[in-house]
């Protein structure tokens, strides 16, 4: 089996239930993981990644960690500092629409959403969790162009640097896909679902909020439907 492993934490995609799979099996085969420096879940988010981030990580004696799995804001360059080379990458994504959505119940209280009265009315300004969260958490400015060109080359980078890019919405094949990336037993990668939200709160949107909300995340949408495209030519 596999035992090193970087898995990309996007916000609000299933992503606490794939990461107790992978705490489960650290546990379970004695694996070190490389947790924020001075406590919390977090490694210093929304900055981009730096290794130094990582209790027990010094510059003078480079300690490499078999599992890096805590949000982050992706920066390859120094990921490559605290895991071993032969490092397996992975991530998650969710249909932009629904996170944006689960995203403006969740974090209703913080100043990306404070003054929006329904998601039929997107947030103005740049706040992170407001706009392209996706586009965020792999390292890249969520409010760059959409141009053909600048998507395409975002989808390069993120396929050069990720072996597998699992859909939330089909978790069960998601965890069959990475049962053999990693080549783990069956029982390895069965879960539980974590922070799932009640259905009282969730609604359904208008077909017309569902398009400017596309439109608003389009770099998201972007990433989304090319790697929804490219998980099912994998299955």
């Not at 969790?129 to 409010?143: K, S």
């Amino acid at each position: 089996p596999k035992t090193d492993i970087v898995f990309l934490k996007v916000h609000k995609s299933a992503s606490s239930t794939v990461m107790n799979i992978l705490f489960r099996f650290g546990e379970t085969h004695n694996l070190t993981f490389a947790f924020p420096r001075g406590g919390g879940f977090q490694l210093f988010y929304p900055y981009h990644f730096l290794a130094r981030f990582v209790h027990g990580f010094s510059p003078q004696s480079p300690r490499r960690f078999n599992i890096l799995c805590h949000h982050m804001r992706f920066l390859q360059p120094e990921v490559q500092k605290v895991v071993p080379s032969s490092a397996v990458y992975f991530s998650i994504l969710r249909n932009p629409v629904q996170l944006m959505e689960s995203s403006f119940v969740y974090y209703k209280g913080a100043s990306a959403f404070s003054r929006v009265r329904s998601l039929e009315d997107p947030p103005s300004g740049d706040r992170h969790y407001a706009r392209n969260l996706i586009t965020f958490d792999f390292g890249f400015n969520p409010d760059g162009d959409a141009s053909p060109e600048r998507v395409q080359l975002m989808l390069n980078a993120i396929e050069a640097s990720f072996d597998l890019v699992l859909i939330s919405e089909y978790f069960d094949e998601s965890m069959v896909l990475l049962k053999e990336l990693l080549c783990w037993d069956l029982d390895s990668v069965v879960s539980f679902p974590l922070n799932s939200r009640d259905s009282s709160t969730r609604s359904t949107l208008p077909g017309w909020a569902v398009e400017k909300l596309k439109a608003w995340n389009r770099l998201d949408w972007e990433i989304y439907t090319h790697f929804n495209r490219t998980f099912w030519e994998r299955i």
